[in-house]
């Protein structure tokens, strides 16, 4: 009798797989981050100016826009055990050759290939996400693994990488560099020799624990294998449903506009403008990344009450987006006042990314609102759109910081939070991309 109870008890494995996820989001923006930290280096030794160093990042971001749509349809075709894997590596190749490089070229290059192998990733791990874990955690295990983890991965490049190993120990930035790309290289073998696409695949997944994942999918399944182009789902879109899905488009690119200043900016603006070194650097760079992290975490929390609590799902998406945005734009340009004071300047920045990022898991919930059984193109497409504020954000405060200064660079962001609050107003949760009369046409 307690071995057939042992039988039907479902396995963890999901958890494994979930572990796997959370590690790929965190490894690969702690290989993101590396790049603002070595900026100050690139400046003295390759005598850059700050608009040129914005276009190197733009090298990174367009790639990334560029490759993360193919890389993503052929994940829904070879599956993302082959993608995934495949991409890991190139983008941990990607971030050697930033040790490698000679010349300003070929630290382009190596730009380019670091962005191309992170384009798909969150396409794969959100079809990771679809396909392991159960449906009634899977908005707070999307905001874990794709907010918090990632959060993390920045944090861990700004205090662990930044402050102690170049700071404390003094370890040469490119020797850091090649340590990095052989851990990814090796996370990369380890993923395809855990991974598998899908849980009866895996042997150590029993039918009990498929069931538990399956269960009140409601199609799902069979609506990712007939995933919409871009060019289908907007001819059968209403004009009020391709307004409602352009607010949240707008208010995303806002967002990737603004939230550059932490991913590029910090670690130099601090070097330049405070003198500090990398301990010191690494440590008030973390700060803002630690509020977003935490931030994060919270925002899926405080969805889900407020949806649980009001049964209003249009404003309660609304009040956490619109509150979050607004309160980090107010608080950016309060944090103005302690310019000059970069620990209580950072401390600021805390707060200001502790409210921003609450709102991103939102964002996330309002994409599976709206998409039903498109969810994966909406996704797709946001994730696109959003890349065009991450290309022109480091042109931007690359050239605004070389001709007129730091303070400004955070004024714009300020602006860019609040015009991102105010789009919330104009987005509705209940307005599906495409109604059911439009679906089965």
Not at 412 to 423: K, L, P, S
Request: aromatic share 12%; hydrophobic share 50%; glycine share 10%.
């Amino acid at each position: 009798m307690a071995e057939a109870e042992q039988l039907d008890r479902p396995t963890q494995f999901r958890w494994t797989v979930f572990a796997l996820a959370c590690g790929t989001s965190w490894m690969m923006y702690l290989h993101r981050y590396m790049f603002a930290l070595i900026k100050p280096e690139l400046k003295q030794q390759w005598d850059l100016g700050n608009d040129q160093l914005g276009y190197l990042d733009s090298a990174f971001s367009l790639c990334y826009l560029i490759f993360q749509v193919p890389f993503g349809a052929v994940a829904d075709v070879a599956g993302v055990h082959f993608i995934l894997t495949l991409l890991i590596i190139l983008w941990s190749v990607g971030l050697g050759l930033h040790a490698w490089a000679p010349s300003v070229t070929t630290l382009g290059l190596a730009r380019a290939v670091l962005g191309t192998g992170q384009s798909a990733v969150f396409a794969c791990l959100s079809r990771i996400s679809r396909t392991w874990i159960p449906s009634n955690v899977r908005t707070t295990a999307q905001g874990l693994a794709g907010v918090f983890f990632g959060r993390l991965g920045g944090l861990t490049a700004y205090l662990l990488i930044g402050s102690l190993v170049l700071g404390v120990l003094e370890v040469p930035w490119r020797t850091a560099i090649w340590w990095l790309a052989g851990i990814g290289v090796a996370f990369g073998f380890l993923f395809a020799a855990i991974f598998r696409n899908s849980p009866r695949q895996h042997s150590a997944v029993n039918e009990a624990e498929c069931q538990l994942i399956e269960e009140e999918e409601d199609g799902a399944s069979s609506g990712s294998r007939s995933r919409l182009s871009f060019r289908e789902m907007f001819r059968r879109m209403s004009p009020r449903s391709i307004l409602n899905l352009g607010c949240l488009n707008l208010q995303t690119i806002l967002s990737a506009l603004a939230d550059n200043i932490y991913s590029a900016w910090i670690p130099l603006f601090l070097f330049e403008v405070h003198d500090l070194e990398f301990r010191q650097m690494g440590m008030y760079s973390a700060l803002p990344l630690l509020g977003g992290a935490i931030g994060g975490a919270v925002g899926g929390l405080l969805n889900d009450f407020l949806i649980r609590r009001t049964g209003n799902l249009k404003w309660s998406r609304r009040a956490v987006g619109l509150a979050g945005k607004g309160t980090a734009g107010i608080l950016l340009a309060v944090s103005m006042l302690w310019y000059d004071d970069p620990q209580t300047f950072c401390l600021m920045l805390f707060a200001v990314k502790f409210f921003s990022d609450w709102s991103l898991t939102t964002t996330w919930g309002a994409v599976t609102d709206i998409g039903g059984r498109t969810t994966a193109t909406v996704f797709a497409f946001n994730n696109t759109v959003a890349t065009l504020g991450a290309v022109a954000a480091p042109v931007l405060y690359g050239n605004v910081a070389e001709h007129f200064g730091w303070a400004p660079v955070f004024y714009v962001g300020a602006v860019a939070y609040i015009v991102c609050a105010i789009t919330w107003l104009g987005f509705d949760s209940t307005i599906p991309v495409i109604s059911e009369e439009r679906q089965s046409e």
